[in-house]
């Protein structure tokens, strides 16, 4: 059983940065993938990023250039960092967890382990 907590979100100004953690407790092995994915109300669940233990990571286009997605020596905490946040940022960011390699797919279906989620909120 793998369980994530994530931290880190909070109220910035358009402009501005966040760093948000997720720590993983649990029996992960060594195959597994990570990511961030956000949800805005009414909205369904989009990926952020995503990196395995080897480093391998991958971006969804709005994402390139401003987020950057990270882990820990342990590979026990991953972070997501968030510069030049934009109003259209605001969301609940949530981290999940899957077996296996698979930073190729960034969808929802393919995670079966979620946070509770961690609110980021930003104002113009």
């Known amino acids: 059983l793998v369980q994530l907590v994530e931290s880190g979100g909070g109220s910035v100004q358009s402009g501005g940065s966040l760093r948000l953690s997720c720590v993983a407790s649990?029996?992960?092995?060594?195959?597994?993938?990570m990511a961030w994915f956000r949800q805005t109300p009414g909205n369904g669940r989009e990926g952020v990023a995503n990196?395995?233990?080897?480093?391998?990571?991958v971006y969804a286009p709005f994402a390139k250039g401003r987020f950057t997605i990270s882990q820990d020596n342990a590979k026990t905490t991953l972070y997501l960092q968030l510069n030049n946040l934009r109003t259209e940022d605001t969301a609940t960011y949530y981290c999940?967890?899957?077996?296996?390699?698979?930073?190729?797919?960034?969808?929802?279906?393919?995670?079966?382990?979620w946070g509770q989620g961690t609110q980021v909120t930003v104002s113009s």
């Open positions: 999940a967890f899957r077996f296996g390699y698979a930073t190729e797919d960034l969808g929802v279906d393919s995670y079966h382990t």
């Open positions: 990196m395995d233990p080897e480093g391998n990571s």
């Open positions: 649990g029996h992960f092995y060594s195959k597994y993938t």
